[in-house]
């Protein structure tokens, strides 16, 4: 079946610095991978989708420059947090989208700011 | 008001227990998805569903179009059971809408 790997599964970083997370779907071609963010006791929200080639669509109240998204291949996609702040230490999953494929989950990632 | 609700949103089975967990939807969908988030936060997609009943080995899921209504169920419980179960509603226009989620623990 589709697997979608995503790394790392834990982080921790000091405030101002930048994280990058990583998402790759390792036996199908992603055409499109779904960024979402994930608040204790919550939904999942989604902040991002990404085409393979394109620049990412931004859901309404995610900062692009804050959240910067490469979709550079069609198995790998990458969220970087940048300047990252206490407030945005969250859990972030990823999700891909492929021909034939249905939509694969990541196993996420935890960000703690310190 | 959420476009997928879920009911409950906690629940503690003894083991061996049968196990239902129901999601209503408001959006027009295109299929209905059923996750599992282990304690450690990694989603595993368990059933995609656009009619009628689909089962594989102590789950079961369930899903009425005309009611907009979906239910997941455990025969069986086992304690590894214990996970967060995520209702996920693709619409039309391939956006999900997920519920909060249901907490399940199964007790030895």
């Known amino acids: 079946g589709a697997v979608v790997s995503q790394h790392p599964s834990r982080v921790i970083c000091k405030s101002g610095t930048s994280v990058k997370i990583e998402c790759r779907s390792l036996?199908?071609?992603?055409?499109?991978m779904f960024w979402y963010r994930q608040f204790p006791k919550q939904s999942l929200m989604l902040m991002a989708t990404?085409?393979?080639?394109?620049?990412?669509?931004?859901e309404q109240g995610v900062e692009k420059d804050k959240f910067l998204i490469n979709h550079a291949s069609l198995t790998l996609s990458t969220l970087t947090v940048t300047s990252a702040h206490p407030e945005d230490s969250s859990f972030y999953i990823c999700?891909?989208?492929?021909f034939g494929y249905g939509y694969t989950f990541g196993s996420g990632t935890r960000l703690t700011v310190v | 008001k959420n476009e997928v609700e879920q009911s409950p949103q906690n629940l503690t089975a003894q083991e061996g227990e049968f196990i239902t967990i129901n999601c209503s939807y408001s959006?027009?969908?295109?299929?209905l998805h059923w996750l599992q988030q282990h304690p450690g936060g990694g989603i595993v997609s368990l059933f995609m569903?656009?009619?009628g009943k689909k089962k594989h080995g102590r789950l079961i899921a369930t899903i009425n179009i005309q009611e907009k209504h979906s239910s997941l169920h455990i025969t069986a419980s086992h304690p590894r059971d214990s996970a967060v179960y995520i209702c996920?509603?693709?619409?039309?226009?391939?956006?999900?809408?997920f519920g909060t989620g249901t907490s399940l623990t199964v007790i030895p």
């Open positions: 999700s891909a989208r492929g």
């Open positions: 036996d199908f071609q992603a055409t499109t």
């Open positions: 990404s085409n393979e080639g394109s620049k990412a669509t931004y």
């Open positions: 959006v027009g969908i295109s299929a």
């Open positions: 569903l656009s009619s």
């Open positions: 996920a509603a693709l619409s039309k226009g391939n956006q999900f809408y």
